[in-house]
Structure formats: C-alpha cells, structure tokens
C-alpha cells in the first residue's frame, strides 16, 4: 500500500470510528421488560393470567414488551415524544399483523396471506387484544368469538335470532365452528374445502354416498338451506312445498298448486303443503339406500 | 443524553443477567404451585312455563333444580411453566360443557372436551303406535284387522265412502287413548386434542372426535297418497374421526400436512311399522292410493332403510412461502367417500311379485333377486385452493386466486327391473342408479391499491365455472367483477363492496331425466323450467357499512347490505331472489368496564317464482301457470347494558325483540286449472321476546350471590301448522307441541373463588 492510500485509509478509517457511536446511537435499542413497567405497571398488570403473561412467554420471547413493540431505549430516552412510542397502532395492517406472526404463524392461522381478512387489511389486533382481553379464550376485543364476529358482520345478527337456527345464540355452537377467521379452505373462509364438507363434519349421515342420489345436495347444502337462520322448517330458504317446485313442475302432484285452500284447516286439505308437505313422503330427501326409492320415498 | 444512555445501557445489562438467569423451578427455590378456582358457582333454577312447546327448550335444558352452573379451576405449577384448567358448565345438565386443559407453553399441549346439544323437535305427540323395539312400531292386531274390516265392508257398498270423514271416524276412539311422545336427541360431542412443539419450527397435532346422537325426531312414513304416517325417527348415531397431523415453519415458509378418517355409524338400520289400516298385505295397481276410493289394498306393513353407515379419508397438505417479492400459499386434499350397506329387499309386502327384465316373476321381499347386495358406493374428492400475491411497487398490490373441487363418482351405475311404491305395487319402470359428479373452477384477480394510510380500494375480476355429468346443464360459467373500499382515519371505518355476477350456460337438457330410467320416458317436467342452481343468472351484491366513535366511550355502527339474484331468464322457477339489509348499533362505554348498547336489524327479502300446473301430461296452456311472491320481513332489536350499580352491586341486562312477517301472495289466471290462486298472510309470522336480568352482589372479595330473572315470549303462526290435528286427510300426525310459549325462569346463584 503506497503512503497516500495508508493516509486514506487512516482517514476513513477514523472518520468511521468517530461516526460510529452516533450511527449506533440512532438504532433504538432494548430496553427490557423492568424498564418498561417501571411506567407502564397497568400494561404488566393486565397480562396476568394471559398466556402472555405466563413463564412459558418468557421462555419463548426472551424481550417480553420489546417481543411486539420492539426495542424501547428511543422513548425511555425521550418519553413525551408522541412519534417515539413503540405503539403497534402506528404501524400499518400487514405490519401490526407481522408482529403477531413472529409467533402466532401456524395452526389455524397458516393460510392467513391472501384470505379475505389479510386482503381487507384487517389485523390481529382489530380482533384480539393482548392487553385487555373480554373473552374467556383467544384474548378476543368482544365476550365471545360470535360477538367478535358480529362486530363486523352485523348483517348476520339478525338471521342468528330467526326461528330455524343454528345453537349459536345459545352458546352451543359459534361462527368458528364452520368458518376460519384467518384463512380457510373454502369460499367464504369455510374450515373445510367445500360447504358440503364442512357441514358433513356435524351432519355425517348426510355424507353418502347413496344409491339414489338428489343432485343439488351433492353439489351444496346451500341450494336449499340457508345455515345463519331462516324463518323456515330445518333452516329451508324457502318453505315447502315451494322450495321443491323451485325445480320441480312436473306432471301431476309436483307442479300443482299449494295455496290457502289446500291448508289443513280448509275444504281441500292437501298433504302436500301441510306439517312438512313433501318430506313427508319423500323423506329420504338428501339420498336413499332403498332399492324401491328413486324417488327418494322410503 | 449520557445519563440516559448510562441508564438504557444498564438496565439492558440487568435485563439480560435477569432474563438468562437459571428459572425458578430449575433453581429449585420454589415449585411456585398455585391453584385458582374463579369461580365455583351453584346455582338453583325455577322455571315457569305456561305451555308444552318444545321451542322452549329447543337447544338447552332450563328447569327446576340445583346445578353446577359454572366451574373455573386453574392451577399452574413448575414456576408457571405447566398450567391446567378444569371448565364445567350447567353440570349434569342435557346442555353441559366440560373441558379439561392442561400445557406447557410453547411444548404441548393436551385438550379434552365433552360438549351437550340437546335438540328438541316437539313435546307430547300422539302416537298411535307402540315401539316395540329399536326402530318398529306397530299397532295391535285386533286393532289393525278391525279397521281392515271397517274399511273392506265400506269398500264394498261404497268405494266413494271410504273418504277422510269416514277414516277419522274411524280413527278417532283409537286417537283418544293413544299415548304421547316427546321428540328430541341429544349431541354428546367428545374431542380429545394433543399438541406438541408448537411454538417450535414442527409442530405436530392429534385429535380425535366422538360423538354420539341419540333419541327421535319426525319422519314421515308413507305408505301411499292417502296413507302418510309421521312417526319418531330413532337416531342413534355414532360418528367418529381422528386427525393426525404436522407443520413446519421455516423462515420463508411453511408446510402442514396431514390425513384423517371419518367414520359414520347408525345404529339402528331399517324403520318397520305397521299399517295402521291392514293386517294382511296385498297388492293391485291403485293400492299406492289407499285407502280411498281406488284402491283399499297395499302391504300390512312398511319399511324404510334409515341412513347408511359410511365412511371418510382424507388427506391433506398446505403450503406457504415467500419467493421473492411473491407470497403464494395453497391447500390440496384427497378425500374418498365410501358407502357399502347392505341393501333390503324392494319391499316386505310379500303379496307383491317384480318382474324381472325377462318379463319373470320374482320374490320381491327376497334380497336374493336385487341386482347387487350392497350400496359399493365410492366418491373421490380432489380440491386445490391456492392464492399468490405480489406488491406493484408502494401502493398497490396483486392476488391471484384459484380453488378447483372435483368430485367424482366413480360408482357404477345399477340397474333395477322397476320398484315397489309405497310396499304397494310393483312399478315395472326399469330405473337405473346416476352417479352425478361435478367439478368447480374458482378463478380471480384482486388488484389492490392502497390510496393513503388507511385507505384502500380493490377491484377484482373472476370467473366461476362448474361442469356437471347427468344433470340438464353440463357447463355453466358465472364471471364476476367487485369493487371493494375501506377507509380509517382515527375512529371513523367506512367499508363496503359493490359485485355484479352473470352467469351463462350451454343448452339445458330438459331430457336429462331419462338418464335415471332404463327406458326412457315422455319428459314430464315443464320443458321451460330451469333448476335455479344451473340456471343462467345476474346477480348484485352489494355492502355500505359505517363505524364510528364518537367519542372516547361511544361508536355508532350503520350499514346497509343486499343481494339481488336475477333468473329472469327462466321462464318458470325460480326468478328472482332480493334481500335487503339495514342495521344499526350504539355502543356507550360506562365507566371503567360498564356497557351500554342498542342494536336494530331490518331485513326485507321477496322471492319469486313461476309454474305450471300439468295433468296426466305436460300442460302447453298459459292459464294452467301459477305464480307465487313470498315477502318476509325480518326485523331485530336489541338493548343490554352491563353496569357497575354501586361498590360490589353488578348489573346486566338484555332485551331481544325479534319478529319475522311473511306473506305469500299467489296468483293464477282464471279460466284454467288451476283456477285462481289464493294466498295467505302467515307466511311464517313469528315474534321472540327475550330478556335477561343479572343482578350481582359481591359480598366479599371471596363469595358472591347473584339473581336472575329470564323471560321469553314466543308466538309462531304458520300456514304449515295452522289447522293441524292428529288426523288429516291422508296423514296421521304427532302434532308434538313445538309452538307458542311463555317463560320465567329465576335463578339464584352463589359464587365462591379461592
């Protein structure tokens, strides 16, 4: 190396070393979790009985606070500075939500990226809330996962206190039986890879496949039954005898005409409108085994 | 600024010397073993009803007596390492929930479950019949050959005779004495769960499910026309699966995979019951009508296959992963659906004789003539969900997204020489299985632009295609285009989505129906119909919803949503299906954890569809049409409050008003047959009034009381039930009590926590 490149070299060389802690010095860095309760004692308060205020957190994330809000020294340095509080509400969606994933990433959450949620820039935190959670599990904003859900979708409230129901408004059940908030399978973020599929998983008996087969019901339960409630006998979407006659105008009894003279308290009284009309005798609607059945009779 | 950096340095110093210190339970300074029990709560029910309605209880189990009304146990151990938790609800009750947890964050955990649904059908039906054993019911002989009697003597001076009155009159001493049943079943749903590693890079997973359904519901028995009899169908079910599966995480990406096995099992095969109206079984072409004025024949008895046992596997593997600038996830399963009961006999009226393809007779109560023994049923499923998605430079954003499901039926079609209706007569109509089988193609694109902080606009583009075997559309494709926006500046959320649809098809194959005969027949459905589920369609779907805070405590959310489906296109059908939506809510919040809220919901849908009524053939004349409107209105409101009255005095109350207001308006031109159309108002007029009152006292920071008061106020009236007796013509009916009712129930309710 000749004189003049060693001088360089020297030059950069200290010119670096004297910049250095100040490049440093601009990098927040952490702070740990005493510093951060030494104000923020409500926040340490709120996680007991958490999952993440429990020791298996400790294990897993060996920053506690600075694990989500990242590397605090910044605003300890200069706390009434509004721009250097590592709040999450700062950050965008898809950043907010990155922060959960650092943990939270598989599971039930695995096919979150390019869900319905993810692409509506909705984020864990506009569901759940480590802080201060209401729910008695998945540290949800609401009471429970259905409220949680209807914060949003409100038009399905109404359908949840229809007659013919799912027990979802008494607690037997709830919306996360059948859909996955963050990413599922199937359409409308079903669990299963079909809406028939999902309801198989509670109503297995009407899996088959049969002998005789009824065509819209293989392809969806939906053709028929509307599943957040319906005013209707077995959650139909409209009552029978109408709901067969959709399809069905055949000769003879199909497509004749039901109306208020063929109720059972009138002169014509039909048993193809009264109590359950059709499925009173085609009572093997969703498929039969039975050799004498095509028409899904016994 | 060095003070501070002094302090920032050593407390990060402390942190880590603190943080990497051995824990507690290694050091052994205290096994730190802590048990929580918040809370106990026991609790005694007094339940007033003013009716027998099933609805009451529907899906739970309110009545007089104690109950553990809620068990929370935590306890945790190893410095907090290890933590369990034992979770009862109404104890001992049809409407129970236990739970058992026990983990070790982030290394596994261990889940077990047990979860009650009752489901209660209707109370104090009128059965004529006696249960003689595990799906039989039959009447008693001397009763069955009276009646035989009653109806051949008619017969014979009379055929016009044998009609409803004469039958009730018949019926009705019988009816008087007849016992009662309640309808109901009960879900006992059972989940054990293993987790390990899962906050590690592979995570594996074991569940398996159990649950037993058991008890009645109806089902309409028919052994003709003129002979339907609503019987309680027993269930008695087993359904059982287990699912093993793995996970890995890495740094870009990840893998689950999987299978699981589903097992279906009904305990109880067949229903057989007796005739009210014969003992002896015979057979004549009209004995499908009797008894009435063709026919008084038909078997003794009847049998009805009840659901088949079956079987599910399926395997699965999803995967995510960040290539480049590219974010691509996507999910395959394989599912095979088997089902191989074996089949009855065509009937076990052993008067009738089938006829074989030949033109011989046979035995049709012999399983031995039916062309195969059992079902051999088998269905592969092959799905693929997937989506891909790239960032275009700061503001704008691309995903793909496709889902194929292809279902197919590779069961082989069986032919049968014709069939036996109702256990009346042989129908010698040669029939032929169809395996219908389908496939689903789900294609689009959503381009993303994200205006501003906050703000967002999409436009996706899509094309849904479905490709059917056996049914009158063999291909149909369903393009679709939606506009959807959000914005949020502090507490303002303005979100909606506007999406049009239109759906076009190959030719529709009215003849499709053949494909079930062996020989086939002149068409009998109106030519003009299209099955709304292939028929081509528009569509609108449309959303506007606004939340906002008002201030600090209150939000008020309005919105307004709807979907119009257009088949105007179908001369007959289904035409047109619109439902539009308004709701609205405020949410004040009172004090530290106090809440108030008011709710309503308005939903108004109206449907449409067109017929026409054909005799003996398929009728040409336009008078003969038929139309029917149906409107229901649906409309919810709803107030609670949680509040914090005074020092330890705790407050939650809830109101529901719910009513639904359906009318059907029917119409029919004058001249043909029908002639006019009469409709009626009580399309399912329905009315729920609920309300809730906790009142809560903490007497100590140990032991609580609380009162409740619950009301509900139920008033159904539907043109399917109006009128019903337990005779009608043609049908015997339960009539099981399932309508209005009026309810109290009062608890009284004491809390322990230690």
Known sequence: MTRSG??????????????????????????????????????????EGTPHGQAG?????????????????????????????????????????????????????????????????????????????????????????????????????????????????????????????????????????????????????KRGPFLWEHAPVRESCVNCHAPHGSNHLKLQKTSVPYLCQECHANTRHPGSLYDNTTLADAARASNRIFNRACVDCHAAI????????PYLGH | MRANAVHSSLTAVAAILVLSSPSQAQSGSSSGFKLELDPVT?????????????????????????????????????????????????????????????????????????????????????????RTGPGRYEIDDATQASLQLAIADQFRTNRAGVNYNFLNGLLQPYLATAGTVDLALRRDRARAELELGKAGRFAWGLTLDHEDRSGTRPYGASLGFSNVAELPEPIDYRTTS??????????????????????????????????????????????????GSSSIGGTAFGRAPLVPDNEAMTLFVNGRGKFGLWTMQGSLSYVTMEQDDALQSYTLNSAIRGIDEQGATFDATDRSFLPQSSADREVDVFSFSGSAGVPLGKSFKLDFRARYYDYDNGSDRVVFPGYVRFDAVWEEIGRITVPYAYDRTDLSA?????????????????????????????????????????????????HGHLELGDRSTDSYHVEAQHDSFTHPEAVNNLPDLRKFDEAERDYLDYLLQADWALSETLDLTFGVSGRDEDYSKSLFGLHDDEILRFNAELNWRVGESGNVYLFANRADREVFQLSRQSGATVSTDPLNNWQVRFDELNEVVGLGLNLELAERWQLDVSGRWSRSDGAADIFSPPGGTPNLGVGFDDYEDIELLASVVDLGFEINDRMAVGFGWRYEDYVAESFITRGLTYYLPGTLLLNAENGDYQGDVLTVRFSLKH
């Open chain 1, 6 to 47: 060693a001088a360089v070299a020297a030059l950069v060389a200290g010119v670096a070393l004297a910049w250095t802690p100040t490049l440093l010095a601009d990098e927040p860095t952490y702070v740990g979790v005493e510093t951060c309760v030494t104000c923020h004692d409500d926040k340490e308060a709120s996680l």
């Open chain 1, 57 to 205: 957190f400790a294990k897993l994330s060996a920053r506690n606070c600075e694990e989500c809000h990242g590397p605090g020294s910044a605003h300890v340095d200069d706390p009434d500075n509004a721009d250097l509080r590592p709040t999450l509400a700062r950050l965008t969606p898809d950043e907010r939500t990155a922060v959960c994933r650092n943990c939270h990433s598989g599971g039930a959450r695995f096919l979150w990226d390019g869900s319905a949620h993810a692409s509506q820039q909705i984020s864990c935190a506009d569901c759940h809330s480590v802080h201060s959670p209401k729910s008695e599990s998945s540290q949800l904003q609401r009471a429970n996962e259905t409220e949680q859900c209807l914060s949003c979708h409100k038009d399905v409230r109404a359908d949840l206190w229809k007659t013919s129901h799912h027990p979802v408004r008494e607690g037997r059940m709830s919306c996360v039986d059948c859909h996955n908030p963050h990413g599922g399978q199937g359409a409308k973020m079903i669990r299963a890879a079909s809406v028939n599929d999902q309801c198989y998983e509670c109503h297995a008996e």
């Open chain 1, 286 to 293: 969703h498929g039969s085994n039975d050799p004498s059945a």
């Open chain 2, 42 to 130: 026991i609790a005694y029910e007094s339940v007033d009803v003013d009716t027998e309605s099933a609805k009451f209880n529907e899906y739970r189990d309110l009545k007089d007596g104690f109950l553990l009304e809620r068990l929370n146990l935590r306890g945790s151990y190893a410095g907090g390492d290890r933590n369990f938790s034992v979770t009862a609800r109404r104890a001992g009750r049809d409407d129970a929930f236990y739970a058992f947890d026990y983990r070790s964050e982030g290394s596994y955990s261990f889940k077990i479950e047990l979860n009650r649904i009752p489901h209660r059908f209707g109370n104090n039906g009128l059965l004529l019949f006696d």
């Open chain 2, 242 to 291: 287990g699912q093993l599966n793995g996970e890995w995480k890495g740094e870009r990406g990840g893998v689950q995979f999987g299978g699981r096995l589903s097992r279906f099992e009904n305990k109880i095969d067949v229903l057989v019951w007796d005739n009210v109206f014969r003992l002896t079984s015979t057979t004549d072409p009209n004995a499908y009508t009797a008894p």
């Open chain 2, 446 to 494: 959503d381009l993303g632009w994200n205006i501003a902080r906050g703000t967002r606009l999409g436009l996706v583009a899509g094309l849904r295609e479905m490709n059917r075997s056996f049914r009158e559309i063999e291909n149909a494709e369903e393009i679709f285009v939606r506009l959807d926006g959000s914005t949020r500046k502090g507490g303002f959320w303005l």
